[in-house]
């Protein structure tokens, strides 16, 4: 079976669990209902409810439940409605809490959490490794963080504080601490033995880490060399020391770009002292890329945080306020231009149904600059020596379109009205507008990088801003110029 096709076996399968699980939900509401119509006392239908539902319908959702991976049941939680989620949530075993609050998105996880108790909150917590708590951390309340803190082992509290110690977007956010080092001056049959000492190895274990007496990292050895080698070698003679090394300080995006580049399993995270101070591992790295991949989307549109899709339409109008705010002001002031156009358009009312076709065309030009220079600037392929080739090169683009593009417009606007200077401006104003929209549709992710700021933030909102109102201003400005 091929990815792709994996991949859509998946997604059939979680769908189909969550249309299994609406269809429990939805029975058990049925009944829920008939049950409460009925003229019964009170007692009575209490009665009722817990012998008809909880036997039947509840119960088959709790073994539904029990049988999902934590990631699918995560999925299913964020497809549901608040009420319905609650349910779901309460059903599920207790000890499988932290599992699931880990795969749920931010703003699910704080649903689930406000439901919680401190008892609840700080079983749930202490069912993790250390970098999981830390990722965890923001969430809980500081209550429940001490708590926690309190029930680790010392060791355990030294890698919880490091964990936290790390920017959001550094490599030692990433990393876990469950990992399996030695020796470099042991043989492979002590290897060997020390491996048979666990009852499973840690998930993505490709290679053994390996450490001098002072716990300074030397290199890798792959599970495959101790197969083949034999059981007397040295690991330092079948062990690599050219492989890659991560810093705990170094930005994260270095890191999902190395494993992508050098199909990466796992790799080491190598202090400045030069010791094993954790690993990351590719499962992390591809919940980061998809991470960052949807935090570009909502920052594209403006939206301020990764919204649950049925919170409260206070909450989710609140998340989309600050850009609809700026794209008002934007409004404002292209309306304006307008107005300082008032006695042209009365002139040549032919204007007026040109004007959007000039501003649309350079912001959806100016867009599909951004998009490629927010993955190029993603990928690290843009430095301050190449940008200005990148410039002209995006300019060439943008001039050749608006010869091409402008001057379709601009022989529409002859043959619709009649007029060869109508169309010359048409071509004219495309054409600056598209060299406007290149201009910008660079320079706002550059910039943006340049002050400490995610590349996409609300770049779509600027750019129709900006394309909106200097095509409006050179359409109608030209017009002034050579129509009137």
């Not at 509401?29 to 039947?56: C, F, G, N, S, Y």
């Not at 504080?161 to 080092?181: C, P």
């Not at 104003?429 to 660079?442: D, E, F, T």
Request: glycine letters at 6%; hydrophobic letters at 45%.
């Amino acid at each position: 079976m091929t990815d792709t096709n994996q991949e859509q076996h998946y997604t059939e399968n979680v769908q189909e669990h969550l249309k299994q699980v609406e269809t429990l939900l939805h029975k058990h509401a049925l009944l829920e209902e008939v049950i409460h119509r009925q003229e019964l006392p009170r007692e009575d239908r209490h009665a009722l409810v817990d012998t008809l539902v909880h036997k039947q319908h509840i119960a088959e959702l709790r073994r539904k439940l029990d049988g999902l991976h934590p990631a699918d049941i995560a999925y299913i939680l964020e497809a549901l409605p608040i009420e319905q989620r609650l349910l779901v949530w309460d059903l599920v075993k207790a000890e499988r809490d932290g599992e699931i609050l880990i795969e749920v998105s931010e703003a699910v996880r704080e649903s689930l959490i406000a439901s919680m108790n401190r008892e609840e909150l700080s079983a749930a917590a202490g069912q993790l490794d250390a970098d999981e708590i830390a990722d965890l951390a923001p969430d809980l309340p500081q209550n429940v963080m001490r708590d926690v803190f309190k029930s680790l082992s010392i060791e355990e509290r030294e890698q919880l504080r490091a964990a936290m110690s790390y920017a959001e977007d550094s490599v030692g956010a990433l990393m876990d601490f469950n990992m399996i080092h030695i020796r470099d001056d042991v043989t492979l049959e002590v290897v060997t033995r020390y491996l048979r000492r666990f009852d499973e190895l840690p998930d993505h274990t490709d290679q053994i880490f390996v450490v001098d007496r002072n716990d300074r990292f030397t290199g890798v050895l792959p599970l495959n060399r101790i197969v083949v080698n034999e059981p007397e070698m040295i690991v330092s003679k079948v062990m690599i020391t050219d492989t890659i090394q991560l810093h705990p300080e170094e930005k994260a995006e270095q890191a999902a770009q190395s494993f992508e580049r050098y199909d990466l399993v796992s790799a080491p995270v190598v202090d400045e002292e030069g010791k094993l101070v954790g690993r990351v591992t590719v499962n992390v790295v591809l919940d980061f890329i998809r991470t960052e991949a949807e935090s570009d989307l909502l920052n594209q549109a403006g939206l301020r945080e990764e919204e649950d899709i049925f919170a409260s339409v206070w909450k989710s109008a609140q998340n989309r306020w600050t850009w609809l705010a700026l794209n008002l002001c934007t409004a404002f002031f292209a309306s304006r231009v307008i107005g300082n156009f008032e006695g042209t358009i009365e002139k040549f009312v032919a204007l007026a149904t040109l004007m959007p076709i000039v501003a649309g065309i350079a912001g959806n030009s100016a867009n599909q600059t951004t998009t490629i220079i927010i993955r190029s600037l993603a990928l690290g392929q843009i430095t301050q020596d190449n940008a200005r080739r990148l410039l002209m090169k995006e300019l060439a683009i943008s001039a050749l379109n608006g010869l091409v593009w402008g001057g379709v417009a601009g022989l529409f606007a002859y043959f619709l009205y009649h007029s060869v200077s109508l169309g010359i401006v048409m071509t004219s104003a495309m054409l600056l507008n598209l060299l406007v929209g290149a201009i910008v549709g660079l320079a706002i992710p550059l910039v943006m990088q340049k002050l400490g700021r995610d590349p996409a933030i609300g770049s779509s909102v600027m750019i129709t801003a900006i394309t909106d109102s200097g095509g409006f201003f050179i359409f109608l400005g030209l017009a002034t110029i050579f129509l009137i």
